[in-house]
């Protein structure tokens, strides 16, 4: 990864003190997360309500589907009991535009596969691993997830992103010290997360991209090319 970053003027370089990586889905090997905000804009339609998509970006950007809902249960006083129907609706949205084109970021599937090649990596996604098995089967990237020791979703965790709990389980499956460990994340809410949870942090802040505080983060970088 040749780009420079943002902060102190230094270039990542995968190291020998590197000893495996972690990466988000959504924004980052594919161009997933405006489909979240695009669901939740149909979301927000079906309840009488008009939301601007930078709005909705803003609203859900990063985050757990559940952890979304439970906002939307609040802004329309929805009873406790219709939960499970409106993540079903909320999922099956987001899937339907998932699945609509190829949004794999190419030179981040390059990246992965590169890393791939030196050090065990795995996935960490707020996106469910059925969904996001879907969106790789029909990308002209190929079978890339096989490289994958694991997707770590937080669909089946008690919390999501920023709480690091999804980065500290995907450490203890991989058996990965977190000091010897990248993360890359593309949203505030995930690079809270990963320096949680004791990684390295390389944020990816695409120009294209919504706009996210990556101060956090040791490495900033507007592509894994």
């Known amino acids: 990864l040749?780009?420079?970053?943002?902060?102190?003027?230094?270039?990542?370089?995968?190291?020998?003190?590197?000893?495996?990586?972690?990466?988000?889905?959504?924004?980052?090997?594919?161009?997933?997360?405006k489909c979240?905000?695009?669901?939740?804009?149909?979301?927000?339609?079906h309840f009488g309500k008009t939301i601007y998509f930078e709005e909705a970006s803003r609203f859900c950007y990063g985050r757990n589907g559940k952890d979304v809902m439970r906002d939307v249960m609040r802004i329309?006083?929805?009873?406790?009991?219709?939960?499970?129907?409106?993540?079903?609706?909320?999922?099956?949205?987001?899937?339907?535009i998932k699945l609509s084109e190829d949004f794999a970021i190419p030179e981040s599937i390059a990246f992965f596969l590169r890393m791939a090649d030196r050090v065990p990596v795995a996935i960490v996604s707020g996106s469910r691993e059925e969904s996001i098995r879907k969106a790789a089967a029909i990308s002209a990237c190929g079978d890339f997830l096989g490289k994958a020791a694991f997707i770590q979703s937080t669909s089946g965790l008690p919390r999501g992103k920023p709480d690091p709990l999804c980065y500290q389980l995907a450490l203890?499956?991989?058996?990965?010290?977190?000091?010897?460990?990248?993360?890359?994340?593309?949203?505030?809410?995930?690079?809270?997360?990963?320096?949680?949870?004791?990684t390295k942090v390389i944020a990816l802040a695409r120009p294209e991209a919504?706009?996210?505080?990556?101060?956090?983060?040791?490495?900033?970088?507007?592509?894994?090319?």
């Open 2 to 33: 040749s780009s420079s970053v943002s902060s102190g003027g230094k270039a990542f370089e995968a190291s020998s003190e590197v000893a495996a990586f972690l990466f988000d889905f959504d924004g980052v090997l594919f161009d997933t997360e």
């Open 210 to 225: 919504f706009a996210q505080d990556t101060t956090l983060a040791d490495w900033v970088v507007p592509s894994l090319d």
């Open 172 to 198: 203890e499956r991989l058996g990965a010290r977190p000091g010897a460990t990248v993360v890359v994340e593309d949203s505030a809410v995930g690079i809270q997360a990963a320096k949680g949870a004791g």
């Open 36 to 45: 979240w905000a695009m669901a939740n804009q149909a979301i927000f339609a």
């Open 76 to 96: 329309f006083a929805i009873d406790e009991g219709d939960f499970d129907d409106l993540i079903a609706f909320e999922q099956a949205t987001t899937e339907r």
